[in-house]
């Protein structure tokens, strides 16, 4: 199997910034790591290897990229504020960035969006946010609204909220979604939500699989016995919905 390290200066993040390709042809595959993950994070769990026959067939490409969840909503030591505008340069990054050497280096493929726990919800605000850019979703074990505290899991923003915050929580945004275009295109999008039934953020997933269906955004939500937020599950979810 194919297996490329790539590393480049962005003047969008201002720092070097890595990511593993996988893979040669096919639908690509853009895979955000969790909150402690690093881009090689979905090989370290496996993932990859659960994947490798559709890869080496060419029908799938995968690019594991960084996360930087420590320099953005989990860096309690800057500004809400500052955590966001961090997470937007991440996503200013990946669209002006990643997303064009995806395409240089695939011009063909399709384009996925993947991420598990953080790494979901950093994959489905991207594509909510730009669904004209991608054809699937696929998310497991995510939050859907950054602002909740649940058990052990605090407010990632602090009490703090602002127009900023609104547009990138999607089930605040989502509900007040207005442009026609924005909403035809991301009903064209396929979009698969997995979450366990032990999982803190059950509710969530539920909430925002409601407001989906409300707007006519055909999902999957598949729910899975116990938690299922760790590699084990995740690998058995990946040989299924990838």
Known sequence: MNREYLRWYSPRLHRDMEL?????????????????????EYEALGLVDVLADKVRAGQLQLFCVEGLANESFYARNLPPADRLRRHRALEEYVLNEVLPLMAQWNPEGATIVHGCSLGAYQAASLVFRHPHLFSKLVAFSGRYDLTLQIESFDDLLDGH??????????????????????????RSVDIVLTIGNADPFLDNNLHLSRLLHEMGVHHQLH?????????????????LYI
């Open 20 to 40: 593993l390709v996988f893979g040669h042809r096919g639908a690509k595959v853009l895979m955000f790591p969790t909150r402690e993950g690093r881009f090689w």
């Open 223 to 239: 729910v899975w016995d116990g938690r299922a937020h760790r590699g084990q599950s995740w690998r058995k979810m990946a040989a």
């Open 161 to 186: 909220y602002d127009d900023e915050v609104y547009f990138h929580t999607p089930t605040h945004f989502l509900p007040g979604l207005s442009q026609t275009w924005r909403l035809d295109r991301l």
